[in-house]
């Protein structure tokens, strides 16, 4: 998939209006336009990968700064200490639906276990 193709590229790039709601010099973080719950965040990668299955060892510091951003989002949102789940799905059979890897930031209710 070229860049142009992708939704969460054209995000980045400023292509298509977001709920950005924080940025930094590897992701972008932007509200969910479905919400699963409150707090629906995902958080993306500037440079585009499509799956985990994608991911490489050059990958790593991407794939850190997502759960960084996570940690700062959940503080700033006042989810932090009630609790929230992060959830990446990786390819369809596990409902992925974007092909631009975006972790899930979930919280502001009550969440159940095991997940659908
Ligand atoms: P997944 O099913 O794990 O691939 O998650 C994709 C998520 O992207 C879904 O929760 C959608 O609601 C969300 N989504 C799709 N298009 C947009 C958009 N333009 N802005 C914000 N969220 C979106």
Do not use: K
């Amino acid at each position: 998939m070229s860049q142009t193709d992708c939704l969460f590229c054209r995000i980045v790039a400023g292509d298509i209006p977001a709920d950005i709601i924080y940025e930094s010099d590897r992701v972008v973080a932007f509200r969910d336009i479905n919400p699963q719950a409150p707090t629906h965040v995902l958080i993306i990668p500037r440079a585009h990968v499509s799956t985990i299955n994608d991911m490489t060892e050059d990958h790593s510091p991407d794939f850190a700064a997502l759960f960084l951003a996570a940690r700062l989002i959940a503080q700033s949102e006042g989810i932090a200490d009630d609790g929230y789940r992060v959830v990446m799905n990786c390819n369809a059979g596990a409902g992925q639906s974007v092909f631009h890897v975006h972790l899930h930031l979930l919280g502001g209710r009550r969440m159940t276990w095991p997940p659908g």
